[in-house]
């Protein structure tokens, strides 16, 4: 099954028979590499390497090692996506938190008066060089633009 070819003059209506140089492919692709994946690993002995017994002989072998469950950035990931909607900067903002507050030894009452002294003196997070500022004309929401007097007419004819 895993030697299986297709022909371009067999199905010439298949749009891999354009693109084919050598007229033929492998009928089972996806199968084909996940079969040599497999053989590969086995040869290697990283298959099932969680079941040496000599791994677990001097600590227990995490359950949690495959790194599409959960890498060092998962918790990460996982907070950006809960808290989707963020401004960048925001985002940035929620990750530096995120990583203090899983350091060594975290103290956010430090951090938060900290935050409190910079909000009292006006100064921006992102650009230290740039006061806050009131919003300019011509940036805000005109009332005028969305309220006419003129009725609209609601019919097509």
């Known amino acids: 099954m895993l030697a299986e070819r297709t022909y371009a003059k067999d199905h010439p209506d298949d749009p891999k028979a354009a693109t084919?140089?050598?007229g033929w492919w492998?009928?089972?692709l996806?199968?084909?590499r996940a079969y040599f994946r497999l053989e590969r690993l086995f040869n290697d002995?990283?298959?099932f390497c969680l079941f040496d017994p000599t791994l677990s002989a001097h600590s227990p072998v995490p359950r949690d090692?495959?790194?599409l469950e959960g890498g060092l950035n998962a918790a990460l990931k996982r907070m950006l996506v809960n808290h989707r909607g963020l401004p960048e900067a925001h985002m940035r903002r929620a990750c530096e938190w995120h990583c203090y507050m899983?350091?060594?030894k975290p103290d956010p009452a430090h951090i938060?008066?900290?935050h409190d002294q910079n909000t009292k003196t006006g100064t921006n997070h992102d650009n230290n060089d740039e006061p806050m500022s009131q919003p300019t004309l011509g940036t805000g929401i005109d009332w005028n633009e969305f309220h006419t007097a003129?009725?609209?007419p609601d019919t097509t004819d």
Do not use: N, V
Request: hydrophobic share 20%; charged share 25%; no cysteine.
């Open 20 to 22: 084919s140089r050598s």
């Open 30 to 32: 996806p199968l084909r």
């Open 26 to 28: 492998w009928t089972h």
């Open 102 to 104: 899983h350091s060594a």
């Open 45 to 47: 002995g990283t298959l």
């Open 65 to 67: 090692s495959d790194r």
């Open 150 to 152: 003129t009725r609209y």
């Open 112 to 114: 938060l008066k900290q």
